[in-house]
């Protein structure tokens, strides 16, 4: 699993999460999610390139997303594959972080 | 699928009650499917809740010690379905009754775990659950 950040206009930081969120998956990105969580105020995460997400994986995303609420941020998810948006509107994800297709429309929601 | 007599099992691969063991099963159930031609979707399905299912007994049966056994069976029946069947000896755990959560009513509320056993509902064609004189026995269904 690799994660690498951008900063983009905006003061949006962009996680670009590349891989399998599964339980290795999540246990090589936790920590960083979490650092980036404590100190950006808009996130996209950018799941593109995610294959596979489990619950693990899915706890990678919730905790970082619920500290970026707590301070006021948000949070949105751009561009997971068919399966991915299954796992993660079946755990009602969809209700804390909204998903978008275009990345102008993730951009255009966080601000 | 899981009426009737379980089929013969066609692969085997037992695993000790290690979290790291999990990086055992993808390849041997992308081997399988490989050999049985199955779809991207089916594999992504077998994946997520044998990987539920797995972790639960680990982190949850066995309470993390690492030296009980578990063993996964493969099995493909006769109508084209793919079966998996998982045993441990922990202790009871009845999956197909464990009652999930209502959904959350505000975003804050979602808890960042317990998503295991309702992705395996979801993701599971069918799931059967059956006692052991020492452990359990959790089989999967997938068409």
Same mark, same amino acid.
Not at chain 1, 68 to 77: E, I, L, N, P, Y
């Given at each position: 699993?690799?994660?690498?950040?951008?900063?983009?206009?905006?003061?949006?930081?962009?996680?670009?999460?590349?891989?399998?969120?599964?339980?290795?998956?999540?246990?090589?990105?936790? &920590?960083?999610?979490?650092?980036?969580?404590?100190?950006?105020? &808009? &996130?996209?995460?950018?799941?593109?390139?995610?294959?596979?997400?489990?619950?693990?994986?899915?706890?990678?995303?919730?905790?970082p997303a619920q500290t970026?609420?707590?301070?006021?941020?948000?949070?949105?998810?751009f561009g997971p594959v068919p399966l991915v948006e299954e796992v993660l509107k079946a755990a009602n994800i969809d209700t804390l972080i909204p998903i978008h297709h275009e990345l102008s429309s993730a951009l255009a929601a966080l601000q | 699928m899981l009426d009737g007599l379980t089929p013969k099992a066609e692969a085997r691969l037992s695993l000790k009650s290690r979290l790291a063991e999990l990086?055992?099963?993808?390849?041997?159930?992308?081997?399988l499917a490989a050999e049985h031609g199955t779809s991207e979707e089916k594999v992504?399905?077998?994946?997520?809740?044998?990987?539920?299912?797995?972790?639960?007994?680990?982190?949850?049966?066995?309470?993390?010690?690492?030296?009980?056994?578990?063993t996964v069976d493969f099995s493909a029946s006769a109508d084209g379905g793919l079966v998996f069947t998982i045993e441990d000896s922990a202790p009871l755990f009845n999956a197909c009754a464990f009652r999930e959560r209502p959904a959350p009513a505000s975003p804050d509320e979602i808890k960042p775990g317990g998503q295991g056993?309702?992705?395996?509902?979801?993701?599971?064609?069918?799931?059967?659950?059956?006692?052991?004189?020492?452990?359990?026995?959790?089989?999967?269904?997938?068409?």
């Open positions: 699993m690799q994660i690498a950040i951008e900063d983009v206009d905006g003061g949006v930081t962009r996680v670009i999460l590349d891989g399998r969120l599964d339980i290795e998956g999540a246990a090589a990105v936790d &920590l960083k999610m979490n650092v980036i969580a404590g100190s950006s105020q &808009l &996130l996209l995460l950018d799941m593109q390139k995610v294959t596979f997400l489990g619950s693990m994986g899915l706890r990678s995303i919730v905790v970026v609420r707590r301070h006021g941020g948000k949070v949105v998810v | 990086t055992l099963v993808r390849p041997w159930v992308e081997r992504f399905a077998i994946n997520i809740c044998l990987e539920e299912a797995l972790s639960n007994v680990i982190r949850h049966g066995y309470k993390g010690e690492p030296d009980h056994s578990l056993i309702p992705l395996m509902r979801k993701f599971a064609g069918s799931l059967r659950w059956e006692p052991l004189p020492h452990g359990n026995r959790l089989t999967f269904g997938f068409r």
